[in-house]
Nanobody, 119 residues
């Protein structure tokens, strides 16, 4: 069994920062792809940041590029998402996901953590 558990969500004021963490059990992040996704109410799920297997530079969506940073701590089998300069539009449920393959397909998903940005 594989479980991904996100943490670090909460309420933050616009302009502030937040760091999300995702820890996996039953799976090793470094063996495949890992990514962060978000879904706001009434909207489709959006890929925010992603690292593919063997990839040197992560992918970031235009909406978060320059503000968010994805990182992976292989020793702790943990993935982080550092979020800076948050704005109200960043309010969403954030999901951590991982894929076993070389490509971007995600096989395992966390249950999400809510990030609410207030003005």
């Amino acid at each position: 069994q594989v479980q991904l558990v996100e943490s670090g969500g909460g309420l933050v004021q616009a302009g502030g920062s937040l760091r999300l963490s995702c820890t996996a059990s039953g799976y090793t992040f470094s063996t495949g792809a890992v990514g962060w996704f978000r879904q706001a109410p009434g909207k489709d799920r959006e890929t925010i940041a992603r690292i593919l297997w063997g990839e040197l530079d992560p992918y970031y969506s235009d909406s978060v590029k320059g503000r968010f940073t994805i990182s992976r701590d292989n020793a702790k089998n943990t993935v982080h998402l550092q979020m800076n300069s948050l704005n109200v539009e960043d309010t969403a449920v954030y999901y951590c996901a991982a894929g076993r393959g070389i490509g971007a397909r995600m096989d395992y998903w966390g249950k999400g953590t809510l990030v609410t940005v207030s003005s």
